[in-house]
């Protein structure tokens, strides 16, 4: 295990640190980034420092590795997480929306979510969609959809 001795924190990173853990209102997750970066500073190796806030050892090398890479920030804050992509392109959401918009089949006084999603296969806008993620489409536009 790499010992966190030669990981070097700045000393207004050290006052930093030091403030955040005293503000009160701060995230668990970056509260742990906070205290990795205090004890490294102190001294203490990476193993020690997993003993002693009860987490893995990958997460404190991480933590201090993003700090020597990219400052206390970089260690401190999240990245954004994108989320998985989109199964269905924007024409075919628009050509959704625009279905339900158009006029309730013949018998029925207005579409509902399952009517969508069969009439969706139908026309072939798309393969399989399920009445969920109709209302997952509809719902981002706001529309009253039932």
């Known amino acids: ?12 990173d ?11 209102t701060i995230k668990a997750r970056k509260l742990n980034r906070t205290r990795i970066l205090l004890l490294a500073s ?3 190796s990476q193993y020690e420092i997993a ?3 009860k987490m893995s050892r990958t997460t404190v090398n991480e933590i201090c590795q ?37 006029k309730a089949p013949e018998g029925k006084s207005q579409w509902s979510l399952r009517l ?16 969920m993620e109709i209302s997952r489409i509809l719902k981002k536009t706001k529309l009253n959809h039932t």
Request: glycine content about 8%.
């Open 14 to 24: 050290q006052k930093r640190l030091r403030k955040i853990t005293k503000s009160g």
């Open 116 to 131: 969508l999603s069969d009439k969706a296969v139908e026309l072939k806008i798309v393969d399989d969609i399920s009445h």
């Open 51 to 53: 003993d002693t806030l």
């Open 66 to 102: 993003r700090y020597e890479q990219g400052g206390l920030d970089n260690a401190l804050n999240e990245k954004p997480r994108p989320g998985a992509p989109s199964i269905f392109s924007g024409k075919q959401k628009v050509k959704i929306t625009a279905l339900a918009c158009s």
């Open 1 to 12: 295990m790499a010992k966190a001795k030669g990981l070097k924190i700045k000393l207004k």
């Open 42 to 44: 102190d001294g203490k």
